[in-house]
């Protein structure tokens, strides 16, 4: 039972720390959606508050093309002390071949007076706050940049697509905007503000998603947010080492399969060399120091069994051949008589030898 509640107290805490990895995701809206919050207006009487948002150009985007004869227009508005950040993400909108933008196009406004983040837009279209002057007109394809930053803490966005534009195969915008500021002192406040470390801050909580809220990208660094004391930072090992690093941990790796590979081959070797001759009663020593190779071991074979010597006699018949002494060896010529033995001998040629056998078995 105890250890069925560690278990639960670890599993408890392994999924609380998945949960505050998840990266944040900063409000997403459209200029021309589905819903009333994120419904196209003419008028400048639609705000968004706060410290960081995405805007989309339409509500399909990535699926369909804008729709064609659109007047959007919306106020990004940051905490007052700060200003206003917009940066193109993707911006693909068609253009003529002249170098200003004539029919699809997304004007930027500045405001040169502070916005009260915390009123709503006035019910009246004379007491609307008016923008600023232009500061940007974009069309066509543009990469990843910043398009502008405002003065104080608002900026007015107008989108504009021309009526002739029906059909277009292009995909819209899809823009990120953040709050910071420029720290006159330098400094940025410690427990509430992130320092970019080119003189300007942005909010703590900005550190932590994985958007550039910093001009020079230095939110995106890892280490970074991990001073910044992030909870929700994906712990990636890859993303805080070097490629140098990340070559010679590779090259580690293969070459300790290798001597793995290696180490298995030899012990595989040095046990069928240990493996005892088929039949050999002694297994051979397993010590590698001590080891001797033996000689094969086999025997001659037996020879045939024959029955042993009859010992019933003392004399065996052997065959011997010899002369009758009675001839006379020489003649009175002086020729000397010699006798020719027969082919096969006589019946009366065989002498009877003392058997030896018999002797020496007793």
């Known amino acids: 039972m105890k250890a069925f509640q560690i278990w639960l107290q670890l599993m408890t805490m392994i999924l609380t720390q998945l949960v505050m990895l998840i990266p944040a995701e900063p409000l997403s809206s459209f200029f021309d959606g589905l819903d009333s919050r994120n419904e196209c207006k003419a008028r400048l009487d639609r705000r968004i508050t706060g410290f960081s948002g995405i805007l989309y150009s339409h509500s399909k985007y990535g699926k369909e093309a804008y729709n064609a004869s659109r007047n959007c227009v919306l106020m990004l508005v940051a905490p007052i002390g700060y200003r206003v950040r917009v940066r193109a993400l993707l911006f693909d909108v068609p253009t003529n071949t002249s170098a200003t933008c004539e029919k699809d196009t997304l004007h930027v406004f500045d405001h040169e007076t502070m916005v009260d983040p915390e009123s709503f837009a006035p019910p009246r279209i004379d007491d609307i706050t008016s923008p600023g002057p232009i500061i940007g007109q974009f069309c066509g394809h543009l990469p990843n940049r910043v398009l502008n930053a405002s003065t104080n803490n608002a900026m007015t966005l107008w989108w504009h697509a021309n009526a002739e534009n029906a059909g277009n195969p292009s995909k819209g915008f899809k823009l990120h905007w953040n709050a910071f500021r420029a720290a006159k002192t330098g400094t940025c406040q410690p427990d509430k503000e992130f320092s970019c470390g080119n003189d300007e801050c942005i909010p703590l909580e900005l550190a932590c998603d994985k958007y550039p809220d910093c001009a020079n990208g230095a939110d995106l660094v890892h280490s970074r947010q991990l001073e910044a004391n992030c909870l929700n930072v994906s712990l990636d090992p890859l993303t805080s080492v070097s490629g140098l690093v990340v070559l010679l941990l590779s090259a580690i790796v293969i070459l300790s399969c290798c001597c793995g590979i290696a180490a298995v081959c030899y012990c595989c070797k040095k046990i069928q060399s240990n493996t005892p001759f088929k039949g050999s009663s002694q297994q051979s020593s397993t010590n590698c120091v001590d080891y001797k ?54 019946t009366d040629d065989y002498t009877y030898v003392r058997n030896d056998v018999h002797r020496n078995l007793l």
């Open 293 to 346: 190779p033996e000689p094969p071991q086999f025997y001659p074979p037996s020879p045939p069994k024959m029955p042993p010597p009859s010992a019933a006699s003392d004399y065996t018949p052997r065959k011997q051949i010899h002369f009758d002494p009675s001839i006379p060896t020489q003649n009175e010529n002086n020729y000397r008589i010699v006798r020719l033995p027969a082919q096969f001998g006589e």
